[in-house]
């Protein structure tokens, strides 16, 4: 039989892997299926999945593959966009999704300005509003909305939560276990007050994500993370940070990058638990 027909059954994690995620991005040319039986084969226990890959491959059959194979879905990615159109039924939709797979934590990238708008304020505003509309629904389901700040210079059209700090003022109007953050090395490194905030942050870090940073950047900017140890970023300092502040939950390793993509599944997989024991665990 296939392993989507009879999954093997992931054993229980120890040591050094027992925090260690993979997050499906890592690997996008990995089909959901491949990903959960190498993960399994691994020893990895948790995995990060994305909306556009779940929905493709089914999410109840997703959820199932998941379930089967003894896996934990450490966070779902992503709902937020809220300049979008029809953002409040899409979040709802995101909302559901992960309930049904099983994780508790939904990262939200908040989205950029309106079309035409120069007021940052304002938008930052606006997801406040955003969150607490939603709120109520996610805490009927059981799922925590997870602000993630992104770098500045995705402010404009992407995010415009730029620091933990900026996504703390807005998670700390909710209950911390209906809204958290997320902490995302790649795009908090280079702020002076991170690991302030990180301490602030304390029970509501609902995901914490590595990756390093590499220059020089490539011409699609999303894409120059690398994995854990080949960049400037100091992981060691932010894990530790974030297990002083009662975090103990999972490690995800999230890195978008091209030539890591052009490489098979397994052997990223590989990659990304040798960095993540050598520089993270």
Known sequence: MTAVEEPAVAAPAA??????????????????????????AAGVPGVGLWREPVREY????????????????????????FT???????????????????????????GGLPAGSRDVDGARE????????????????????????????????????ATLGQALDIAERFDP????????????????????QIARAGDRIAAFQVADWVTPL????LLGRALPGEGCIDLRRFRDAVDDSGYRGAIEVEV????LWSRPGPDILAAAITAYLTHVG
Do not use: K
């Open 58 to 81: 089914g999410l109840a059959r997703a959820a199932r593959l998941v379930r089967d194979a003894g896996l934990r879905v450490t966070s779902l990615c992503r709902g937020g966009f």
């Open 177 to 196: 276990g209906t809204v958290g953050v997320v902490v995302d090395t790649y795009h908090l490194w280079w702020d002076d007050t991170v690991y302030r």
């Open 126 to 161: 606006r997801v406040a509003d955003a969150i607490g509309e939603l709120a109520p629904h996610a805490a009927a389901a059981g799922v925590r909305l997870a602000i993630e700040p992104l770098h500045p210079m995705f402010c404009a059209d992407r995010c415009v939560i």
């Open 15 to 40: 040591g050094r892997l027992a925090r260690f995620s993979f997050n499906q991005a890592t690997a996008t040319g990995w089909g959901l299926a491949e990903l959960v039986a190498g993960c399994v």
């Open 256 to 259: 978008f990058h091209a030539d």
């Open 84 to 110: 979008a159109d029809g953002w409040r039924d899409e979040n709802l939709r995101a909302i559901e999704e992960a309930a049904t797979l099983g994780t508790a934590e939904l990262a939200l990238v908040s």
């Open 218 to 221: 490539p011409e699609g900017v």
